[in-house]
């Protein structure tokens, strides 16, 4: 019996904005640290990825069913390095292999206004300014995470999931956000994706996704890491509801100063606090230049991404929230 021989497919690829301060090489995915040279400027924050995946089979494909599987994979890639990072980067170039044959994937049209010619290659090439002076240094064991979430999501079940692959996108919108603001938009976007439910008015949808995600130690962890932004929240006047206003911030205070803390009350209380938050920005019920609101936006901004990466990751592995810490820390001198 002849076996099958299957072809591989893979990737090179050129980041700006992360370091790693050691090479990782595991059983798909190979990242070494790299100055990078582009358009005559000079890039010393640089990451090579090598990413390979096997039992693709692409010998008798035709070059756009070629261009269709390539780039689903590495929008998979990208994906899931955004969502494990949660800080900005910025893919540079990248070259692809077919069974070690170099293919230049023909990349989908990016829409542009009436008159303007659509170049998508530019839109690949260019770093923004701000990337010059950024750094995000990872934490080297969580590649491996990355390499596990990643090697699920390419599963056919998980990929066919439109909410799961939407509050991706949507995810890394925020991920590439510089300002608060936008990013909290991105990041409950993101999260509205998932918990949307028609039949039901916000608040419920929220609360009732909520219990059902809330599973294990992830509450109780979540709460005991960040239990200082949790405080400062208890301190400001956050109203929920048009007609009938209730304060929760004082809810969220109330269930803090409980001997018996209810970790998933509590975490639930957060969301409606964000969820008050995002439509005081969303609906033009906050000044973006006040300080107190735009403390009130970086808290929430924060807690929502670092909780939302974690309820879309449960759909790949079973981790406890404490076990992973993907970037370590991030420099910028704007």
């Not at 400027?41 to 008798?60: G, P, T």
């Not at 973006?288 to 929430?300: G, K, L, R, S, T």
């Not at 929502?304 to 404490?322: D, Q």
Request: hydrophobic share 35%; with cysteine; glycine share 2%.
């Amino acid at each position: 019996m002849q076996i099958k021989e299957m072809c591989m497919l893979s990737f090179k690829m050129y980041f700006c904005g992360i370091v790693v301060d050691k090479p990782y090489k595991g059983f798909s995915i190979k990242v070494e640290p790299t100055n990078l040279k582009w358009f005559g400027e000079e890039y010393d924050n640089c990451i090579a990825v090598s990413y390979k995946v096997n039992d693709i089979d692409l010998r008798l494909a035709d070059n756009e069913t070629k261009d269709r599987i390539t780039f689903r994979y590495l929008r998979n890639f990208l994906d899931i390095l955004n969502l494990m990072s949660g800080k900005p980067s910025k893919l540079v170039t990248h070259t692809c292999y077919i069974h070690d044959t170099k293919y230049h994937i023909s990349m989908p049209l990016r829409n542009a206004p009436l008159h303007i010619y659509n170049f998508p290659d530019i839109f690949q090439i260019l770093i923004p300014n701000m990337f010059h002076n950024y750094k995000s240094y990872t934490n080297r064991s969580s590649w491996k995470i990355l390499e596990e979430s990643l090697k699920k999501y390419n599963d056919q079940r998980i990929f066919k999931n439109d909410k799961i692959k939407t509050s991706l996108r949507w995810y890394q919108k925020g991920c590439d956000e510089f300002s608060s603001f936008a990013r909290l938009i991105a990041y409950w976007i993101s999260f509205n994706t998932l918990y949307s439910d028609e039949h039901l008015q916000e608040p419920v949808a929220i609360e009732k996704y909520l219990r059902h995600k809330l599973k294990g130690k992830f509450a109780s962890d979540f709460y005991l890491k960040h239990k200082s932004l949790f405080e400062d929240l208890t301190k400001a006047s956050i109203f929920l509801g048009k007609k009938n206003k209730r304060n929760i911030s004082a809810k969220l205070e109330k269930l803090m100063a409980e001997g018996n803390l209810k970790y998933e009350e509590i975490f639930i209380i957060l969301f409606l606090i964000i969820y008050s938050v995002r439509n005081s920005l969303f609906h033009g019920g906050m000044n973006p230049d006040d300080n107190i609101a735009e403390d009130q936006v970086q808290i929430c901004e924060y807690l929502l991404a670092s909780a939302v990466r974690h309820i879309i990751l449960s759909e790949f592995s079973t981790l406890n929230y404490s076990d992973y810490d993907f970037t370590v820390k991030q420099q910028a001198n704007f």
